[in-house]
């Protein structure tokens, strides 16, 4: 009932920007928070940043500074800028949506990943 589509991943060298997107669709009723996890090749899937729907957000310690997440309420999609991009933030980055869905209960959704790889 709801989908995530995420897109913006690719490579990018050492120092270098992207922006990845991800944009929510379905039977939607409201957006309670979005946000970002990356999971990167034999290590646990980890927070990257969430946001709400008004707009408060949490970064991980390891992207403060370097990495912005926002929020279009109006298209349902959440944006994560980073830039000054390091070999460690090499993973598969994932979305996440907290949704309250029409006629029914508020889940817990996934994206379905987009790889991010920083490589000189």
């Known amino acids: 009932q709801v989908q995530l589509v995420e897109s913006g991943g690719g490579l990018v060298q050492p120092g270098g920007s992207l922006r990845l997107s991800c944009a929510a669709s379905g039977s939607i009723s409201r957006i309670n928070a979005m946000g970002w996890y990356r999971q990167a090749p034999g290590e646990q899937r980890e927070l990257v940043a969430v946001?709400?729907?008004?707009?408060?957000?949490n970064y991980a310690d390891s992207v403060k500074g370097r990495f912005t997440i926002s929020i279009d309420n109006a298209k349902n999609t959440v944006y994560l800028q980073m830039n000054s991009l390091k070999s460690e933030d090499t993973a598969v980055y994932y979305c996440n949506a907290d949704i309250k869905i029409r006629y029914g209960p508020t889940g817990n959704y996934w994206g379905q990943g987009t790889q991010v790889t920083v490589s000189s």
């Open positions: 946001i709400t729907s008004g707009g408060n957000t």
